[in-house]
């Protein structure tokens, strides 16, 4: 088989790439190692930027997003059982939309296969060739039957664990990485939320935050540790703790509902260094993590394909080699700025085992400086809505 542009991995970054590509008449395939329903059941990441939800809407993409999203114009930071609101639509003028990750994979999967697209799951055994040619190859397997996907370029959208990676020779990537000592332990539960925007707790017994996906479905999660074993977390002690720590001298707390999810995610910080290798570019996690506090990892992902298929549209519509040349370097502009808040918010909000008496202090007075004073509320609110998009023209 033959196609323009290979694709490894049909997350936000791949599907979102091979949905933008066909809107401009370049051709790709998919190749995802899990099912479609697998990949439009995970639940992950629930918070869209502005930025992300008007290109879903641009390329005809949002609307069941514009149904069942949910607007919301500010957050909350918790500290000593008290809620502080910032303001981010007074504060920027822009908003941010709750509308779970695996939704917006179902909507781009829809149009895909809607428009004919080629997407093949359960592709298993995939690796990929001839990166530095100008024929880069994938090879697969479908129901045990070898296959191979000749293209002109390979998008590596296959995720933090993905082969595409490290199938670039020993020394082609820098890594620059950080391993936090702790996870967050996520639960869905049906249960209406008790209030209708989110809020960052900062609790001495450890950060927990309160999110939603729909009036009758709330996301919350805990700190805890990385290796958390989820068979000691029965339901009751999760609602336990999610009370201890959430709970407001207002009274205000999460209302308790079934749990429909629970599941432990580890927390780092990496940067891969370039983004490109020969005609093998990556995108979204599988060049970088973010710590999920702040809601980034599917907004860069989103973010970076929009550069690529820019790059690329330039290439076959206009011959240009340079714009795909600099797509690292624009990319990684925005990636570290957004490394940056994620670290920053982190780290202002969980507890760190090490951390000594003048460390909890300050954090203290940073908690303090940035619900108190408008020019910190306006950097954190300017980087919650997302910082404007990388443009290579
Ligand atoms: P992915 O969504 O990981 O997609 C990669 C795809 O490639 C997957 O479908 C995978 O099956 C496929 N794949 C992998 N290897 C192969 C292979 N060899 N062959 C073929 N296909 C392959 N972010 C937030 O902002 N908030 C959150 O609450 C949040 N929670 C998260 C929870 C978990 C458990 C994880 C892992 C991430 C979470 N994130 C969260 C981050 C966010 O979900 C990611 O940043 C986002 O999914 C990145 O999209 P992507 O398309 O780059 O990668
Ligand atoms: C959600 C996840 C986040 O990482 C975050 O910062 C806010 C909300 C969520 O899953 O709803």
């Known amino acids: 088989m033959r196609t323009q542009v290979?694709?490894?991995?049909a997350g936000p970054a791949g599907l979102m790439l091979s949905h933008l590509l066909a809107l401009q008449g370049i051709e790709s395939v998919v190749i995802e190692a899990r099912s479609r329903q697998y990949c439009e059941d995970r639940v992950r990441a629930g918070v869209l930027e502005q930025g992300t939800v008007d290109l879903l809407n641009e390329t005809g993409v949002g609307e069941r997003m514009q149904l069942q999203g949910?607007?919301?114009?500010?957050?909350?930071?918790?500290?000593?059982?008290?809620?502080?609101?910032?303001?981010?639509?007074?504060?920027?003028?822009?908003?941010?939309?709750?509308?779970?990750?695996h939704e917006v994979v179902r909507d781009l999967i829809a149009a895909r296969l809607k428009a004919g697209g080629q997407l093949f799951f359960e592709a298993e055994n995939a690796s990929v060739y001839a990166l530095d040619s100008e024929r880069p190859m994938v090879r697969y397997e479908v129901g045990g039957v070898a296959q191979q996907?000749?293209?002109?370029?390979i998008a590596g959208c296959d995720g933090f664990h993905?082969?595409?990676?490290?199938?670039?020779?020993?020394?082609?990537?820098?890594?620059?990485?950080?391993?936090?000592?702790?996870?967050?332990?996520?639960?869905?539960?049906?249960?209406?939320?008790?209030?209708?925007?989110?809020?960052?707790m900062n609790h001495e017994r450890?950060?927990?935050?309160f999110s939603m996906r729909s009036p009758t479905v709330t996301r919350l999660?805990?700190?805890?540790?990385?290796a958390e074993d989820l068979k000691e977390w029965p339901d009751e002690r999760v609602w336990q703790e999610l009370q201890t720590r959430l709970t407001c001298d207002d009274g205000w707390r999460p209302n308790e509902g079934r749990i429909l999810q629970k599941s432990v995610t580890p927390m780092r910080s990496f940067v891969t260094e370039p983004m490109q290798?020969?005609?093998?570019?990556?995108?979204?996690?599988s060049a970088h993590i973010?710590?999920?506090?702040?809601?980034?990892?599917m907004n860069l992902a989103i973010s970076d394909v929009r550069v690529l298929a820019e790059g690329l549209a330039g290439f076959y519509k206009a011959g240009r080699s340079d714009l795909l040349a600099r797509y690292s370097d624009v990319c990684l502009r925005r990636i570290w700025k957004v490394q940056r808040f994620s670290w920053w918010m982190t780290s202002m909000l969980h507890q760190f085992p090490d951390a000594s008496p003048f460390d909890q202090r300050r954090q203290r007075a940073e908690l303090d400086y940035v619900t108190s004073s408008a020019a910190a509320a306006k950097s954190l609110a300017e980087n919650y809505v997302g910082l404007p998009m990388e443009h290579l023209l």
């Open 6 to 9: 290979g694709i490894v991995g």
């Open 70 to 101: 949910l607007l919301h114009h500010g957050i909350e930071l918790g500290f000593d059982r008290r809620r502080h609101r910032i303001d981010m639509t007074k504060l920027t003028g822009r908003a941010v939309t709750v509308y779970g990750q």
């Open 149 to 153: 996907l000749e293209c002109d370029f």
């Open 162 to 200: 993905g082969i595409c990676r490290p199938s670039a020779p020993e020394g082609v990537f820098q890594v620059y990485e950080r391993v936090y000592p702790f996870g967050w332990l996520g639960i869905l539960a049906e249960a209406a939320p008790s209030q209708e925007e989110l809020v960052y």
């Open 206 to 209: 450890g950060f927990a935050l």
């Open 221 to 226: 999660y805990l700190q805890c540790d990385p």
């Open 277 to 285: 290798y020969g005609r093998l570019f990556l995108a979204g996690d």
């Open 290 to 297: 973010v710590p999920p506090t702040g809601a980034k990892g």
